[in-house]
């Protein structure tokens, strides 16, 4: 009876854990800070309107339907210490960057935040050294 009730507590507990906000690992690289202006969605989940710390993260790719692995990366929306979204964000370099930039792209070291045509999307582009990252969050309804 003991080691059920041990158990029990023990997945409690677990569970307990399981629903608190994750907290920043940092093994990702800083991008610097964006500002989302509006409510969207990350990665299917709700993420408030805010200034966030974008975070590049080093996992793997090759699970995430129809991205190509060098060409995207996951990132993190960091804010207060905790992770309140993940997204994934697409990697330009050289030229292929000027055929998406309408506008011009931010300058090195900055970001820029953008309503999409139609006001269902927000992209938030940064740049890091000549290396684009471009998120795409549907607004949410």
């Given at each position: 009876m003991r080691s059920l009730?041990?158990?029990?507590?023990?997945?409690?507990?677990?569970?307990?854990?399981?629903?608190?906000?994750?907290?920043?690992?940092g093994t990702g690289k800083s991008l610097g800070s964006v500002n989302v202006s509006r409510k969207v969605v990350a990665n299917g989940q709700p993420l408030?309107?805010?200034?966030?710390t974008l975070r590049l993260l080093p996992e793997d790719l090759s699970k995430v339907v129809g991205q190509t692995p060098a060409e995207s990366r996951w990132v993190?929306?960091?804010?207060?210490?905790?992770?309140?979204?993940k997204e994934v964000a697409?990697?330009?370099?050289?030229?292929?960057?000027?055929t998406v930039a309408k506008g011009g792209t931010p300058a090195s070291?900055?970001?820029k935040t953008e309503l999409l045509k139609g006001n269902d999307y927000l992209r938030i582009w940064v740049n890091q050294g000549g290396t684009q990252y471009l998120v795409h969050l549907a607004i949410a309804k």
């Open positions: 009730v041990r158990t029990i507590g023990v997945v409690v507990a677990g569970a307990i854990l399981a629903v608190q906000p994750l907290a920043a690992q408030a309107a805010g200034t966030y993190e929306f960091v804010r207060g210490g905790k992770v309140a979204g697409t990697v330009l370099t050289g030229p292929e960057a000027k070291g900055s970001s």
